[in-house]
T-cell receptor, first 113, second 113 residues
Framework: DSGVTQTPKHLITATGQRVTLRCSPR?????VYWYQQSLDQGLQFLIQ???????AKGNILERFSAQQFPDLHSELNLSSLELGDSALYFC????????????FGPGTRLTVL | AQSVTQLGSHVSVSEGALVLLRCNYS??????LFWYVQYPNQGLQLLLK??????LVKGINGFEAEFKKSETSFHLTKPSAHMSDAAEYFC???????????FGTGTRLTVIP
C-alpha cells in the first residue's frame, strides 16, 4: 500500500460526458502528479501540482483540467469525453524529503462508451 | 529533453534463470533513473532508483540495476527469476530538480515454470 488513494476505482461513462477523478496523496506529501496509461500512448505525464499551485504541465489536453485543494487532495476533471480517453489514470505523490521518488495510487480505470 | 527506450516489449525467462530488462536513456542533464513494476490491475511500485550516489543500485525483490554513462544505459537484472516476478516493468527518467517522470513503453516479463 503506497498510501496514495484514488477514487473511484472504475468509471464507465458515455462520450461527451464529464467526469472527476479524485486523489488523496500520502500524508505530508505536497506534490501530486497525474499520469495517463493507455494502450496507444503508454504512460504519460499530464500535470503536477505543488501545495495548491500548478507546477508542471505535460501532454494534457485542453478538455482536461486539474486542481489541488487546501487539504492537498487533487481532482482531475475530464470533459467532452471521447472514446480515446479510455485509459488508466494514476495519481502519484512525493515530498521534498523523498527527492524524486514518487508513490503511485492504484489508479482509476476510465471506460468511455 | 529526456526519454527512455526499453528494448523488447516482451521478455520470457525460465524460473531460476537470469532476468535482464534493457533500458537506454537520453538526457541533456545528469538524470535520475527509476525502475517501476506494475502487477496486473495494480499501480506502479518503485523497484529502485539511481540518483548519482552509486552506479550499481540494489532494489527490492532481489533486483538491481547498473548505471553506465558511456552506454547511456540502466539495465535491470535479477540473478534468478521467480514466478512472482511476472509483471510489467517500466524504466523512467526525470531531470535533476524536476520531478515529472518520463516512462518507457514497458517490458512485460513472463516467467516459465
Amino acid at each position: 500500500d503506497s498510501g496514495v488513494t484514488q477514487t473511484p476505482k472504475h468509471l464507465i461513462t458515455a462520450t461527451g460526458q464529464r467526469v472527476t477523478l479524485r486523489c488523496s496523496p500520502r500524508s505530508g506529501d505536497l506534490s501530486v502528479y497525474w499520469y495517463q496509461q493507455s494502450l496507444d500512448q503508454g504512460l504519460q505525464f499530464l500535470i503536477q501540482y505543488y501545495n495548491g499551485e500548478e507546477r508542471a504541465k505535460g501532454n494534457i489536453l485542453e478538455r482536461f483540467s486539474a486542481q489541488q485543494f487546501p487539504d492537498l487532495h487533487s481532482e482531475l476533471n475530464l470533459s467532452s469525453l471521447e472514446l480515446g480517453d479510455s485509459a488508466l489514470y494514476f495519481c502519484a505523490s512525493t515530498s521534498q524529503s523523498r527527492g524524486n521518488e514518487q508513490f503511485f495510487g492504484p489508479g482509476t480505470r476510465l471506460t468511455v462508451l | 529533453a529526456q526519454s527512455v527506450t526499453q528494448l523488447g516489449s516482451h521478455v520470457s525467462v525460465s524460473e531460476g534463470a537470469l532476468v535482464l530488462l534493457r533500458c537506454n536513456y537520453s538526457s541533456s542533464v545528469p538524470p535520475y533513473l527509476f525502475w517501476y513494476v506494475q502487477y496486473p490491475n495494480q499501480g506502479l511500485q518503485l523497484l529502485l532508483k539511481y540518483t548519482s550516489a552509486a552506479t550499481l543500485v540494489k532494489g527490492i525483490n532481489g533486483f538491481e540495476a547498473e548505471f553506465k554513462k558511456s552506454e547511456t544505459s540502466f539495465h535491470l537484472t535479477k540473478p534468478s527469476a521467480h514466478m512472482s516476478d511476472a509483471a510489467e516493468y517500466f524504466c523512467a527518467v526525470s531531470e535533476t530538480g524536476a520531478n515529472n517522470l518520463f516512462f518507457g513503453t514497458g517490458t512485460r516479463l513472463t516467467v516459465i515454470p
